[in-house]
């Protein structure tokens, strides 16, 4: 079978691969119909990811159609269409039965990182009865490739830990996939204010056409005067971060008001200040989190009753052959103005 495989930092082709076989009774052989690259794919071929060793099949996210199950599977069989989550859930373990997926022992996030991954003409997902979900009848699959990972981590990590509500002021600091995804579930909560913060203007723009209340380029320096503008001095009761790098976790603390929260979302690769100077006295709270997936089946049905469009973070399309150039397209993003890109297997 046809796969794009990582070997080492800079370096991946699309590769033949032995088709993969059940290894354990809870596992099922997916056939991939649609995947995509997430920016974590980008962070592994830079070398950041330790846990994926050269010769990984990259890709956690898609939806397929099931071609086998082992003899412990008994709620999917061959033939149905089932939704890949980026996390791999037991659900035995302390963790899973705490809801805590992303940290199960025998799962989490390994797909694409620790196992060999989606972006593949077929994958096998262990725990596939806690790791998979069935596909409604009907469904726009394109959609659901959005519930693999980045909807669930918008969502999870960025609307539920910041503790977002009506009427309260929201700052969202990165309008890539996942700011944009926290972006849309934020507005299950209808919040007074969504002040979205980039420095790509095109972002930006996508970002008022999904709802955000104001728009902020912070490439001049004063997003924080131009925030503390916009909520009468106080700052946002939610700053979220998606990017992932310290100058937006420093900002996210300049941002936060009074009692209000610091809710992390991107995946750090070097150490950040942390202002306890100025926020011992401030009765914040800070938070961070690993995409638990608990809320896949919720969101599905947000989809599903179109409460949701997350089609809108589609701007590219390209066949398995071509996946290169999809990730050529997906990499520079600026020039492209790509979200996500669809792979069609
Ligand atoms: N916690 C989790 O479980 C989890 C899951 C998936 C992804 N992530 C992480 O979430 C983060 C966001 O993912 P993404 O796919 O949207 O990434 P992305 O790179 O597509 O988007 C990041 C955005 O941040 C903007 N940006 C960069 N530097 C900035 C700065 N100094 N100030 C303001 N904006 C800036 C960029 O212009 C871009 O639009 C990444 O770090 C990713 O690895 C975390
Ligand atoms: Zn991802
Ligand atoms: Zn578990």
Redesign the pocket.
Known sequence: MKALVYHGPGNKALEDRPKPQIQAPGDAIVRITRTTI???D??ILKGDVATCAPGRILGHEGVGVIEAVGGGVSAFKPGDRVLIS?ITACGKCDYCRRGMY?HCETGG?ILGNEIDGTQAEFVRIPHAETSLYRIPEGADEEALVMLS??LP?GF??GVLNGKVSPGSSVAI?????????ALLTAQFYSPAEIIM????DN?LQVALRFGATQIIN??DGK?VEAVKALTGGRGVDAAIE????P??FE?CQALVAPGGVIA?????GSKVDLHLETLWSQNITIT????DTVTTPMLLKTVQAKKIDPTRLITHRFKLDDILNAYDTFGR??ATQA?KVIIEA
Request: glycine content about 12%; some cysteine.
């Open positions: 997430c920016g974590t980008l962070h980026c992303s996030w990972d980045i981590t999870e990590c600091v990165g309008s890539g996939p996942i700011g944009l995804a913060i980039d420095l790509d972002r912070s490439s997003a998606a990017v992932g790098v100058a937006t900002l992390n979302i991107g995946v750090h961070t989190r690993l995409v993003a600026a979200l």
